[in-house]
């Protein structure tokens, strides 16, 4: 087993190299240059690679350490003062993008259950685009920065509230609703006391050992990620709280650039597992209606998030741009769609139907904003950034 994990790490390290600098020297998106090594490697490709469940269990993992580095960019007061503004545009545009694609997809002949959890899958944006692609100065020290993770953050615990409905284990009442937001603010308060009274001090112990530094650092981001899934929150979200209660240390800006490496690492298995595990034989059922949904969204997402963040009072410029930096749908679609599967509520064609329209709204827009916009990634010197 082990020496098949071994080639599969390998062989995709290899090929996402070799067509991440192909991409390079075509000014394509790398994010691309992963989801397509996926594809060509995957079960209908050349089937290079088998254990696609584990390498996709693996690359959560970036995930983690993604939001976790974000955390880590955004002081607990500039989260608090951005979170009463943003909550009540994120649960009205949530709304409307989950009634528009619900509506689209009773029109293209899914039945009502399965547009409704479609329709709700879409309601999101993704976490590691909008993060993965925004400068870490934006991150650190602008207003979009704060703005976006308060949004993404709150998108988080709704899409939270809708797998646990899914999975039976929970409803949508104001009762569950209050109690996932009270758990979170229990998390938090109980993070920021461990930090001050503990953690402070063993990191003052210990920077001066960047090897054990890092470590302990790692060990805190997975131990409050951990304990945010047994409380029923998600991995993500404790990785986030983790990086935030770090956010006004000293080490904080050291911290995150060590962990880029690791964070990207993951990333890319992230991105390959998203092509592999396409299933092309159902792709001349879903292509078209794929196609077709895939451009409604992003062009129905920018606007209705620029025309809500000029509702609170964000300037044009700032709400053109980051209404196209949260265009496109979330992982938390591929999520959604393989729950309702297993639970009976949604086909493998309308499963994969979502899957795809997924990967096509995130390779969009990813090109968009590589092309466009400031990034790590950006496909101009003019816009590469980090």
Known sequence: ?????????????????????????????????????????????????????????????????????????????????????????????????????????LAIGLTPTEAAIGGCAMMFSSTILVVKLMPTTTLHQQHMGAIGIAVLIIQDLMAI????????????????????????????????????????????????????????????????????????????????????????????????????????????LFFFALGAQLDFSLMKNIALPALLLSALLLIIKPLVFRWALRWTGETPKFSKELSVRLGQNSEFAFVIAVIAAEQGLLSNTASQLLHLVTILTMAVSSYILVSYYPSPLGSKPSLKID
């Not at 691309?32 to 993992?61: C, H, M, Q, T």
């Not at 909550?87 to 694609?101: D, N, P, Q, Y």
């Open 161 to 268: 509230l809708l797998i646990a409905f899914i999975k039976g284990k929970a409803d949508l009442s104001i009762a569950s609703g209050s109690i996932g937001i009270l758990k979170g603010v229990l998390l938090v308060v109980a993070t920021l006391l461990v930090q001050r009274a503990l953690l402070s001090r063993i990191i003052r112990q210990v920077e001066r050992y960047r090897e054990l530094l890092s470590l302990l650092v790692l060990g805190w981001c997975f131990g409050i990620a951990l304990t945010a899934e047994v409380i029923g929150l998600s991995h993500e979200t404790g990785a986030f709280i983790a990086g935030v209660s770090l956010a006004d240390h000293l080490i904080a800006r050291v911290i995150a650039e060590e962990l880029k490496m690791f964070r990207d690492f993951f990333l890319v």
């Open 1 to 105: 087993m082990y020496d098949y994990i071994y080639f599969d790490i390998g062989i995709i390290i290899m090929a996402s190299a070799l067509l991440a600098w192909l991409s390079l020297l075509l000014r394509q998106p790398i994010i691309i240059a992963y989801i397509l090594a996926g594809i060509l490697l995957g079960p209908w490709g050349l089937r290079l690679v088998s254990n696609i469940d584990f390498i996709d269990e693996v690359s959560k993992i970036g995930i983690s350490l993604l939001l976790f580095i974000a955390g880590l960019s955004l002081h607990p007061g500039k989260i608090v003062e951005t979170f009463g503004r943003s909550f009540t545009m994120t649960v009205a545009t949530s709304l409307i993008f989950a009634l528009i694609s619900g509506g689209i997809l």
